[in-house]
């Protein structure tokens, strides 16, 4: 199945660029700054130390996938590594759809990696809610810079434009909580702002209610929020890859 | 030294002073630098809940725990003979009130304010303090009455302020309703009562609570009767006097 096939030698390909050794690193350091910190906290050191952990994990799970996927397709451009595949009698959604794979395997393994490093300090349920919803945002962020890289091209555009989208979605939420809170007037200028942060929210991701740490910390959430959290992230990773198949068919390489 | 790389030998001279010689001043630079703990008054005016919601990238949890360590080392006051004395308590406030809102599920800004910024030993700071758990209280009871059951305490003995110590009391035995919440917690307000020698209106807490039904473990129905017959034996020798 070429597909698979292509999925392989992503994933071989990370394994040799040094991907698991980069993923060690990250949870050595981020149980060590979580240990230092918990240390000078006058209590919840065990909270503490869990949702440092946690979100230095799931930051270091984002940008080992985005750096991944950028630097992997933007190698293959330069070397003209792509249009030599393109010559293969395989179409351009096996090609853009096996290479997804790939890298979506990359975000589930870093995912399961993190998730296990969190085991000493939070119930295993409330650990596996949390690593299967960072196995689910890793592969957006794989599907978002994908699509960036191969759009742009280029390798910094494409890692900031990635950046940027990424910080723009998970603050959505508290700009919107300012944007309509307390202590805004009712001018235009402020409706105005009001109607762009929110149409701003309607095509990006909810990335503010997914993998969050108060799960290892206060317990599982709902399942019906957490269904809909997910539903939410399958659903725009689906969207990333449609444009980006989009614009991978219509381009000349 | 592997196949892609030339001989050290190579590498010019300047190259190389100017390496050990940058590396030198790093060092150097380094050691003398006195890094210190903040000042007292570096307490900046403490930012919305809103921007440090922003600011935390979805990570509340996380963000309201690292702002408790930024704030907690501004003027950390190891063996001080006057701890946070310079400490701007009002600002403190702010800053405690905005970890809460960032995650109020948090029990670290009213341990800290009970049991680290109302110990000081300045009184008008302390009641700060205190009131900052106070006012937080009511918006968790069941959650948060450890701090308020503490700053009774603190109010009782640090403080000397009975009627104080009394209101923290009475709010804990109403509001903190849950079964978690131990007795001594619901019962506090009767020993200050005690100790404010109101004893008839000790006397008609124990009452209640008796017949309440309320104590489920038989010891402590015991111990309670007992102080009851007590208080009953002083408001009878206090009558007589």
Known sequence: MPTAILARLVLLEARRGGLPWLAAGGIVLALGLGAFLSQVALTESVALQTAIVAALLRA??????????????L?????KGLEQMLSLPLSRSVHYLGRLAGFAGCGLALAVAFSAALLPWAPPGAVALWGLSLALETMLVAAATLFFAMALAQLVPAIAATAGFYLLARSMAAMQAMASGPGTDEGFASQLAR?????I???????????????LLYGPPPAGAYASALGGLALY????AAAGLFDFHRRNW | MSAGER????????VWGALLACLAAQIAAQALRQAGAPAAGDLPPAPRAATLRLASFGEPEAGARLTMLYVQSVDFAGGRALPYRNLDYPRLVGWLRAVLALDPRSDYPLFAASRVYAEVPDESRARIALEF??????????????ALAHAAFLAKHRLHDLPLARRYAAEVARYATADHVPLWAKQMEIFILEDMNELEAAKIMIGGLLESGALRDPQEARFLAQRLKELEARIARRNVK
């Open chain 1, 60 to 73: 270091c799970a984002v940008f080992l996938v985005a750096a991944q996927v950028a630097s992997s397709v």
């Open chain 2, 7 to 14: 001989p050290l030998g190579v590498v010019p001279g300047w």
């Open chain 1, 201 to 215: 929210s309607l095509v990006l991701p909810a990335l503010e209610s997914v993998t969050r740490t108060e799960w």
């Open chain 1, 237 to 240: 990773t689906v969207l990333l």
């Open chain 2, 133 to 146: 758990v106070h006012e937080s209280f009511r918006g968790d009871p069941n959650r948060r009455w450890a």
């Open chain 1, 75 to 79: 190698r293959e451009i330069g070397d």
């Open chain 1, 195 to 199: 109607g762009v942060v929110d149409a």
